[in-house]
């Protein structure tokens, strides 16, 4: 029975030890739903201002994606954020951000 805890203790360990090890890869948000000005990409957001100065372009783990000005650093989750991808990427179409800026 000694045998089966330790066991199981040294594969708990070792998984903290592997998780612990993804987390530092990760990038890093001020929070992991809402949107920042540190996630604004200027030279994007400055194009799409000039017909649309509502809108930002802002980056996260996940690639682009478009948002109103009023909802960066608010302290609430933004549901432009944590949209699926093809949401994003029919906001950032439909707002006239180029693809090819999205590989940057």
């Known amino acids: 029975m000694a045998d089966k805890a330790a066991a199981s ?3 708990k360990v070792k998984k903290t030890a592997e998780e612990a090890g993804s987390k530092k890869d990760a ?3 001020p929070s992991p ?3 920042h000005a ?4 200027k030279e994007l957001t400055e194009e799409l201002q000039k017909k ?3 809108l930002s372009v802002l980056e996260d783990e996940n690639g682009l994606y478009v948002t ?3 909802r960066l650093d608010n302290k609430m989750a933004d549901p ?3 949209a699926g991808e093809t949401h994003r990427k029919e906001q950032l179409v439909k707002a006239g951000v180029e693809a090819g800026a999205a590989k940057k």
Not at 38 to 41: G, K, T
């Open 9 to 11: 203790q040294a594969k």
């Open 27 to 29: 990038p890093k948000f």
């Open 33 to 35: 739903f809402g949107s």
């Open 38 to 41: 540190s996630m604004d990409r």
């Open 52 to 54: 649309q100065p509502l």
């Open 68 to 70: 109103e000005t009023t």
């Open 80 to 82: 432009n954020r944590y």
